[in-house]
Nanobody
């Protein structure tokens, strides 16, 4: 599985960004995660092969995950806050959807290199 993220950047608080992840190879889940230096990686949102989605409570109502027919995964981020500043990673899992759909980073074995999002 190969994953390539794009779309990060700097934005003012209240603004929007859309991240993209081009995925190749099969997987049962694709998701977005983020990490701040010195902190653990956390799940942001994702989709499982059975259609279920997962979102972190902190982004519900502001972020939306979607996937097109070519398996490109998107993360639309609206009303960005300074606390959303992080490196965002796209990840894939071959674990069953009932497991990877929980959005736990440890269930994802394939990772992109990340894209930085800075909100000021």
């Amino acid at each position: 599985v190969q994953l390539v993220e794009s779309g990060g950047g700097s934005v003012r608080a209240g603004g929007s960004l859309r991240l993209s992840c081009v995925a190749s190879g099969y997987s049962y889940c694709l998701g977005w995660f983020r990490q701040i230096p010195g902190k653990e990686r956390e799940g942001v949102g994702g989709v499982a092969g059975d259609g279920r989605t997962f979102y972190a409570d902190s982004v519900k109502g502001r972020f939306t995950v979607s996937q097109d027919k070519d398996k490109t995964l998107y993360l639309q981020m609206n009303d960005l806050q300074e606390t959303d500043t992080a490196t965002y990673f796209c990840a894939a899992s071959r674990k069953p959807p009932i497991i990877c759909g929980r959005g736990t980073p440890g269930n994802f074995a394939y990772w992109g290199r990340g894209t930085q999002v800075t909100v000021s």
